[in-house]
């Protein structure tokens, strides 16, 4: 059986497991592989692919880490720098970026050999192993699938105090000769606004990744299903669970992207959340509000409602889950779907509807039911 595909930018894939390259004979081929196993490649290398299809395995596979959030430009003082936050948590900057921030050229400076081209003199090389030998790795650009589905050199955000630190070494050790002044007062600007910032704190403001990581200061009342604190962000709603969805809508999937019709929200809150005991998604919804945001004309969450979910709360509803998207894959479209799921969760609905008699509140008849919008067009 085929286990590969062609998309348009392989390295956009929100649900891919890894997203790299195959190296064969120095031709890279890149690939994103996906939950199922399947590899997807850019339809562009098709004809690449077919030829080296047979010499495609782990053994020359090279993982490439991808940015999470776009990119977006972080202002100190008046110097711009490009930057981004990758899935191992790392925040990067682009490399010509950091060269424009450091007044220098990223085209015909010299180089030395064994250090990366952000070391362009023999004293700094010298300073960097005696100062920061570890960190030689650390100021070494490398291959980023950024979030546009392309890929780029970025450097590691520490790369920026690591620089800076050997300029104002260097300067204390008379070492700054009259080509590199202009370099070491940018690097005072930049150090003495980081000293009081922080590069994290900066990328995360500039990205607005604090939103996507889930910072929330919200107390949570404490519930069995309910946590106290914001759980960290894990991937529970898996592709095959969208693209499921899709399918028994008769819409094409597209696993490129994650954005998604604005009727999943209201299916999930009626197939998913209201399947968890009484009063959880009135409670989820009330913590973590829908904000209506002028930017894109829509309304969405700080967070994702099963981030407030405690441990229990996480094993049922990937309980819950696994057993909604097997009744999916045994539909034959949406109509046939509804019935299949009355009958395989017959019992569950009627639990549920005998916990809110026993409460004295409404019946399952009375829950509210989530108006899903048919036409999509």
Same mark, same amino acid.
């Not at 110097?79 to 490399?95: A, F, H, P, Q, W």
């Given at each position: 059986?085929?286990?590969?595909?062609?998309?348009?930018?392989?390295?956009?894939?929100?649900?891919?497991?890894?997203?790299?390259?195959?190296?064969?004979?120095? $031709?890279?081929?890149?690939?994103?592989?996906?939950?199922? !196993?399947?590899?997807?490649?850019?339809?562009?290398?098709?004809?690449?692919?077919?030829?080296?299809? =047979?010499?495609?395995?782990?053994?020359?596979?090279?993982?490439?880490?991808?940015?999470?959030? @776009?990119?977006?430009?972080?202002?100190?003082?008046?110097?711009?720098?490009?930057?981004?936050?990758?899935?191992?948590?790392?925040?990067?900057?682009?490399?010509?970026?950091?060269?424009?921030?450091?007044? *220098?050229?990223?085209?015909?400076?010299?180089?030395?050999?064994?250090?990366?081209?952000?070391?362009?003199?023999? @004293?700094?090389?010298?300073?960097?192993?005696?100062?920061?030998? $570890?960190?030689?790795?650390?100021?070494?650009?490398? $291959?980023?699938?950024?979030?546009? !589905?392309?890929?780029?050199?970025?450097?590691?955000?520490?790369?920026?105090?690591?620089?800076?630190?050997?300029?104002?070494? %260097?300067?204390? *050790?008379?070492?700054?000769?009259? @080509?590199?002044?202009?370099?070491?007062?940018?690097?005072?600007?930049?150090?003495?606004?980081?000293?009081?910032?922080?590069?994290? %704190?900066?990328?995360?403001?500039?990205?607005?990744?604090?939103?996507? *990581? !889930?910072?929330?200061?919200?107390?949570?009342?404490?519930? $069995?299903?309910? =946590?106290?604190?914001?759980?960290?962000?894990?991937?529970?709603?898996?592709?095959?669970?969208?693209?499921?969805?899709?399918?028994?809508?008769?819409?094409?999937?597209?696993?490129?992207?994650?954005?998604?019709?604005?009727?999943?929200?209201?299916?999930?809150?009626?197939?998913?959340?209201?399947?968890?005991?009484?009063?959880?998604?009135?409670?989820?919804?009330?913590?973590?509000?829908?904000?209506?945001? @002028?930017?894109?004309?829509? %309304?969405?969450?700080?967070?994702?409602?099963?981030?407030?979910?405690?441990?229990?709360?996480?094993?049922?509803?990937?309980?819950?889950?696994?057993?909604?998207?097997?009744?999916?894959?045994?539909?034959?479209?949406?109509?046939?779907?509804?019935?299949?799921?009355?009958?395989?969760?017959?019992?569950?609905?009627?639990?549920?509807? *005998?916990?809110?008699?026993?409460?004295?509140?409404?019946?399952?008849?009375?829950?509210?039911?989530?108006?899903?919008?048919?036409?999509?067009?």
């Amino acid at each position: 059986m085929k286990k590969y595909g062609y998309v348009e930018k392989c390295l956009k894939m929100p649900h891919a497991k890894q997203v790299g390259c195959f190296e064969v004979n120095n $031709e890279k081929i890149y690939v994103a592989i996906y939950e199922n !196993g399947y590899n997807y490649f850019n339809r562009e290398q098709q004809e690449l692919v077919e030829k080296r299809i =047979s010499n495609l395995g782990n053994a020359n596979f090279i993982e490439i880490p991808r940015a999470v959030v @776009s990119e977006a430009d972080l202002y100190i003082g008046d110097t711009k720098l490009e930057c981004s936050v990758l899935n191992d948590g790392r925040r990067v900057i682009k490399d010509t970026s950091l060269f424009t921030a450091l007044d *220098r050229k990223r085209k015909g400076e010299t180089r030395r050999e064994g250090f990366p081209p952000i070391i362009g003199s023999k @004293s700094l090389a010298a300073l960097l192993m005696e100062m920061y030998p $570890e960190h030689l790795t650390t100021i070494t650009p490398f $291959e980023v699938a950024q979030f546009n !589905g392309k890929t780029g050199k970025w450097y590691d955000a520490n790369t920026i105090p690591i620089i800076c630190d050997l300029y104002m070494e %260097a300067e204390k *050790r008379g070492l700054i000769t009259t @080509s590199q002044h202009h370099v070491l007062d940018k690097a005072k600007i930049l150090l003495r606004s980081l000293a009081r910032l922080g590069i994290t %704190a900066l990328i995360d403001e500039a990205t607005n990744y604090q939103s996507i *990581r !889930g910072k929330d200061e919200l107390q949570i009342l404490l519930q $069995e299903f309910i =946590s106290e604190e914001l759980r960290e962000y894990s991937k529970e709603f898996d592709s095959e669970y969208f693209e499921q969805i899709f399918r028994i809508y008769g819409k094409p999937y597209d696993p490129t992207t994650s954005k998604r019709p604005l009727f999943f929200a209201g299916f999930t809150t009626t197939y998913v959340y209201n399947m968890l005991p009484p009063d959880v998604f009135e409670m989820l919804d009330e913590m973590n509000p829908r904000i209506y945001n @002028s930017k894109t004309g829509r %309304a969405d969450r700080k967070s994702k409602l099963f981030q407030h979910l405690s441990n229990d709360g996480i094993h049922y509803l990937r309980s819950h889950l696994a057993g909604l998207t097997s009744v999916m894959k045994l539909s034959s479209d949406k109509d046939d779907f509804k019935g299949k799921f009355r009958l395989v969760f017959a019992d569950k609905i009627n639990r549920i509807e *005998r916990m809110k008699r026993d409460a004295n509140q409404m019946s399952i008849d009375d829950i509210r039911e989530v108006e899903i919008k048919e036409d999509l067009d």
